[in-house]
Structures are given as structure tokens and as C-alpha cells.
């Protein structure tokens, strides 16, 4: 027998649900709400900053530059992350610009997680946590927002998924390492409360843990509702690495640029790893963010802010999608942040019957036959929870709705659907 090719970190994180409905998606799908990026176009400014950049006099902009982050981008996001958490900020060591939002959740577990350790995780989670978890060697413990019942006759809203503080106090030990926290979350759109976030901040102190707090959707919040930032509360600021997504900020998935912030006891660590694994990221992307950045802080709070018209847009498409799942009989959680939307399938099971004993969860096998049979592709919630508590949380699918042309053919689907459900 020869010896395994592959190294024993890949163990149980070699599956991944994206593989299958990626591919179901682009088979079968006429409209895809599953995965999640725009599909209208960036800012003007944006696009103008790029193009500047890659055909502007600056032919150094084509060439490496610094390993931690291209200096006006780390600069401008210093200013206004020293701004947004009222502390000052170095561009140098409390900044550094990573390959996406992914990279840097990466360079966190490959910096601070150990053989071991215990990772808090929130369900439902942004999958790759957990095999970023275990590939640093730690041990995922998960624990799920718990929805209450909304009143009579009233959709529910993600504020009503919510963490139990006695369960979630139990699951901090000697053991734990870290909590990853995702506000505003994908899938649900739950914005975190001060309240919850005291919670967790206060068991981080009490616990010495850090917190990797995963904002990439820090701007797109609705109904009036405040991202919190918890590095912010007190205790927080030398144990949180805030983790953001030019991807998710400027509509531009693509670009991958991304990046933390933290104080320098955190972050050196968070270097060390960027260094000897990817060192850095496209210069003229990283250049036209910064651009993009500086922008928004001259236009910071007024209408014509992308900061302010996006989460405008994004709340109408939101209302839109609602309304057409309503249509169809499905009932939206509706959501406080993002551009995810999950609704509840259960009242589906005479049109699309479970099967008993299967190995796959109903949301699933829902969401296989609906990409197949009415072409609309979206993700089953319990890709977004451990193994063992897949089937408590299976009869709810995601979409997302920062679409234009995607969300109105999606629309004319759905009504179809509601009139051969309704026709006699
Ligand atoms: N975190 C969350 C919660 C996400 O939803 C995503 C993207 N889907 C990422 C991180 C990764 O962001 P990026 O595209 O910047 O790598």
C-alpha cells in the first residue's frame, strides 16, 4: 500500500456543497439567486479608478508593492477605520490588506489557532470557518442562533434568531481560543444588537478569547438598523480582528481585496502568515479601492455616498424578493443586513415530498428540485451548519437578492409558479 498523497489537514474538509450547486446552478438554472455577488455593474468612480490605474501614467502600479498592503489603500483605510471606531490608527501595523475577506479568515486560524484549540462558531455559519478551523489543527464548537416565533400573522425577521446566553457561556472553556463572529451574518442578515454583542464581548474578556469578526457586510444594513462594530466595546479593541471586503463594500466580488484591522499584537501574527503564503495582492485592484475609499470619506454620510445608496437599493430588491416568495407561499425571514434572504419551505412538502431516511436534508433535495424543475437556483440552510445539526435547521433556503435583471426574471418565474399552483 502506498502511503496517502494527501496531508491528513485535508481529512472531512475535502467536501464541499458549493462544487454540486455551483455546477446544478449553471446546468439547469434560467436564474441564479445562490451564490452571492452582484449582478449589476460597480460605482462609475470605481470602474474609473481602475481603468486610471491600469492605463495612467503610474506604470508602477503594475509591479509588486508593499507585502501588507499598497500604502494609499492601508492609509485611507486607517483614516476611516480610525474614524469609524473613534481611536488612532497606524496605516503600518493596525492595517493590512489581504487576497479577500477569505485570505485574511485564513490568515486568523493559521495565526492564532493551535492543536487543540476551540473555535466558537455561530450557526448558521459562512461554510468555510469550519474547514479553516481544522486544517489550522483546532476544534470547531458550534452553537445556533435559535429562532423564536414571530407574532401571529407576522413574517419572521432575522432579529429573531438569537443566541441563548446560557448555552452560549457553556460552550467557552480553558480550551477556547477564539469566537467567529459574523455581523451583519450570511445567510440569515442578522445584525447583532449591542446586547448580544456585549454578551459575547464579555465572555471573550472574562475567557481571554479573541474575536475574528467577520463585517464584510458592514454596509449594508436596513430599516435604520446600526452596524455595531464590537472592537469598539470595551475590552474588545486588543483581542477583535476586524475583517472586511471591498467585494461586498463596492460591489466588485472579483477584484478580491480585502483586509483586517486590529492592534499590532494581533495583527504582526497575522503578517507573518500573509508573507509566507501569498505576500500580496494586485496592486492596481488595491489602488482603485483606495480611490474608491477616499471618495466615500469625502462624500461620507451624504445621499450621493455608495455607502448610503446601496443599502437604499439593496432594501427595495430585498422587498421585491419578499414579496414574490410571499407569492409563491413561501415565508422570508426577512433581513436586517446583506444581500441574503432566507425563507422557510416547510408549507412545500405535498408539492415536493420528503423522503424518509435519507441521508439528505429536505432543504436540499427542495433546493436540487427547484433549480431542476422551475430553473430558479438557491442554497439549502443546512450547508450552513455542522454535520450534527443539519437536520434540525432543514427546511429553509437562501437567496440572494443584489441582482437587477436576475431578481425581475426571477420574479416572473415565481408568478408563474403561484398561478399553476392556484389554477383549478
Ligand atoms: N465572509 C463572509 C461572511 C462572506 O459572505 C464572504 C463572501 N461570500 C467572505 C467572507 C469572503 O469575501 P471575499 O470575497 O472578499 O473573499
Known sequence: MSRPVQARRLEGVDKNIWVEFVKLATTYSTVNLGQGFPDFPPPEF????FSRAVSGEKHMLHQYTRAFGHPPLVKIL?????????RDLDPMTNVMVTVGAYQ????????FIDEGDEVIIIEPFFDC???MVKMAGGTPVYIPLRPKAPKEGKL???ADWQLDPAELASKFS???KAIVLNSPNNPLGKVFSRGELELIADLCVKHDALCISDEVYEWLVYDGKEHIRIASLPGMWDRTVIIGSAGKTFSVTGWKVGWTVGSNRLLQHLRTVHQNSVYHCATAAQDAVAQGFQRELEHYGKPDSYFVQLPRELQQKRDQLVQSLVAVGMKPIIPEGTYFLVADISEFKSEVPDVPNSNEPYDSRFAKWMVKNKGVAAIPLSAFYCEAHKDNYNSFIRFCFAKDATLKAADDILQKWKLEKTAP
Open 78 to 86: 486607517a483614516q476611516l477605520f480610525g474614524k469609524l471606531l473613534g
Open 129 to 131: 470557518y469550519e474547514p
Open 156 to 158: 419572521m425577521s432575522s
Open 174 to 176: 480553558e480550551q477556547t
Open 46 to 49: 470605481l470602474k474609473e479608478a
Open 104 to 111: 485574511a479568515l485564513f490568515c486568523c486560524f493559521q495565526a
